[in-house]
């Protein structure tokens, strides 16, 4: 009976070799498999690193474009504002023509009544029949 105890223990201990030999091969694969893991998570950490850079890249080429927008309403409402203050100065300036141009109409107008008021004068044409030159 000791020998089939024997036997049996040294069946039983071949099998659990067998299967520690199996348990090894599949812990060296699961090792592969961490470190294979390892270096997708240390790509996909890369990335994400890379991606954050880009975005903050991003952040600050928006808020560049944000005080750029900022700047360029503030141009186009100053635009604005002198627009409006050249088109009063242009209605003002047109307003005195057009009063210039009534005052010189009257004017004429005045002038052109005053013409009936002209008297004639006689005139002396003497001088007209005096030598410039004596002749001797």
Do not use: F
């Amino acid at each position: 009976m000791r020998n089939g105890t024997l036997y049996h223990h040294e069946q039983e201990s071949l099998r659990l070799k067998e299967k520690i030999a199996e348990l090894q091969e599949v812990l060296v694969a699961e090792q592969e498999s961490v470190r294979s893991l390892k270096s997708s998570v240390a790509h996909v950490q890369e990335q994400l690193n890379d991606a954050e850079k880009a975005s903050e890249s991003h952040r600050r080429n928006a808020d560049q474009s944000q005080k750029s927008l900022e700047e360029l309403r503030i141009r186009e409402n100053e635009a604005r504002a002198a627009l409006v203050e050249s088109e009063e100065l242009m209605a003002s300036l047109r307003s005195d023509i057009d009063l210039q141009k009534r005052r010189l109409h009257d004017a004429e107008m005045d002038s052109l009544e005053n013409v009936g008021d002209i008297q004639a004068l006689p005139v002396s044409y003497t001088h007209l029949t005096l030598p410039t030159k004596r002749i001797v």
